[in-house]
């Protein structure tokens, strides 16, 4: 079965960068298609973006022009890199298999001057 393990999280200042990874074990990634949720606390946790196993690709509205996702199917990896992050990107970010419905045990990203 697969196993998904975030990293990259951590504090930054508003207006700053930061690239999220998630590799995955198992097999399948290929196959899969690769989300990025996030869930900050006392709320639900909400797709951020998603990525099909053939490329396609789309964003929340409230990160699109400035978070990208990708993967790279040898390494099994899928990434998001996050620019002008703002307060609101606090949360836990989590990386998810759709197809197989995995999740991975999260990352917490703290937008804070």
């Known amino acids: 079965q697969m196993q998904l393990v975030e990293s990259g999280g951590g504090l930054v200042q508003p207006g700053g960068s930061l690239l999220l990874s998630c590799a995955a074990s198992?097999?399948?990634?290929?196959?899969?298609?690769m989300g990025w949720y996030r869930q900050d606390q006392g709320k639900e946790r909400n797709l951020v973006a998603i990525i099909s196993r053939s490329g396609t690709i789309d964003y929340a509205h409230s990160v699109k022009g400035r978070f990208t996702i990708s993967r790279d199917n040898i390494q099994r990896t899928v990434s998001l890199q996050m620019g002008s992050l703002q307060p609101g990107d606090t949360a836990v970010y989590y990386c998810?298999?759709?197809?197989?419905?995995?999740w991975g045990q999260g990352t917490q990203v703290t937008v804070s001057s």
């Open positions: 998810h298999d759709l197809t197989f419905n995995v």
């Open positions: 198992g097999s399948g990634f290929s196959r899969a298609t």
